[in-house]
Nanobody, 121 residues
Framework: QVQLVESGGGLVQPGGSLRLSCAAS????????MGWYRQAPGKQRELVAT???????KYADSVKGRFTISRDNAKNTVSLQMNSLKPEDTAVYHC???????????????WGQGTQVTVSS
């Protein structure tokens, strides 16, 4: 199984910054996209940002201009630089990878355990 491990979460004041990182490992054949999703208490999981292996990125409207996603294809890692953080950004952030393994050609989604981000004074 492909495994994703996140790091970088924590407590930060409004207006502050955090950088999340995620590394994928396991019997990977190809990862086509990686991204970050978040889920706040009582709310549905939502897309934060994604990046494909050829460069295009997508962002939720709520984070455009504040968050930046980047990926190192060679290392199968993805990072999320979060600036100008707001209390509304408080959530568990999950790393996602969309790809195939050495044994199964059809791609599918893989998820990390999640890392808590809390924005509060």
């Amino acid at each position: 199984q492909v495994q994703l491990v996140e790091s970088g979460g924590g407590l930060v004041q409004p207006g502050g910054s955090l950088r999340l990182s995620c590394a994928a490992s396991g019997p990977i054949f190809s990862i086509y996209a990686m991204g970050w999703y978040r889920q706040a208490p009582g709310k549905q999981r939502e897309l934060v940002a994604t990046v494909t292996n050829d460069g295009p990125t997508k962002y939720a409207d709520s984070v455009k201009g504040r968050f930046t996603i980047s990926r190192d294809n060679a290392k199968n890692t993805v990072s999320l630089q979060m600036n100008s953080l707001k209390p509304e950004d408080t959530a568990v952030y999950h790393c996602n990878a969309y790809g195939s393994t050495l044994y199964v050609a059809n791609p599918k989604d893989y998820w990390g355990q999640g890392t808590q981000v809390t924005v509060s004074s």
